[in-house]
């Protein structure tokens, strides 16, 4: 409702609130205790836990993240955050995951909490302003190109990206 109404402050609030609450629950399913101290990591293997839908963000993000990393002796595995749900053997097989361009949804806050709940390092990426209430613009400026309900889309995603900060 308050994405239809286009209210982008409500919004960021309320889905902050109800992103915590679902992350709270999974860390405490997952044995997560309030002061969890990161267990000793295996640094040589990397989880990227990333957006493959745009592919700018798949070649410019995810792609030259893994070159990097293996070009410093990393050995990195990527998963369509789409997917995770069938790759629970890479998430648990390394202490590092970076969740890039995700969006805090349930699936996703679960395994955040299952790989911060398990003394694991997580690390959320972004680079775009997509959690801004600026995002996305008026409706008019998309010429026609996009409809209403796309546009609420959009909105609702701005707050759910804003939740991981």
């Known amino acids: 409702m308050l994405a239809t109404l286009d209210n982008r402050k409500k919004l960021k609030e309320r889905v902050?609130?109800?992103t915590e609450i679902i992350y709270d629950a999974y860390y405490q399913f997952y044995g997560g205790i309030e002061q969890q101290e990161?267990?000793?990591?295996?640094?040589?293997?990397?989880l990227i836990i990333g957006d493959f839908h745009v592919p700018q963000c798949i070649r410019y993000r995810i792609d030259q993240k893994v070159e990097q990393l293996e070009t410093q002796g990393k050995e990195v595995t990527t998963v369509d955050w789409l997917k995770v749900d069938e790759h629970q053997n890479e998430i648990a097989l390394h202490d590092i995951v970076i969740f890039y361009r995700v969006p805090a949804l349930?699936?996703?806050?679960?395994?955040?909490?299952?790989?911060?709940?398990?003394?694991?390092?997580?690390?959320?990426?972004?680079?775009d302003l997509l959690f801004e209430e600026s995002y996305p613009a008026p409706i008019e400026t998309f010429g026609?190109?996009?409809?209403?309900?796309?546009?609420?889309e959009l909105r609702k995603s701005m707050a759910s990206f804003y939740a991981h900060g």
């Open 106 to 127: 349930p699936e996703v806050l679960k395994t955040i909490a299952q790989v911060n709940a398990n003394g694991k390092a997580s690390f959320y990426e972004i680079d």
């Open 144 to 152: 026609g190109y996009v409809g209403l309900d796309t546009h609420i």
């Open 38 to 46: 990161l267990k000793t990591l295996n640094t040589d293997k990397i």
């Open 16 to 18: 902050l609130e109800y």
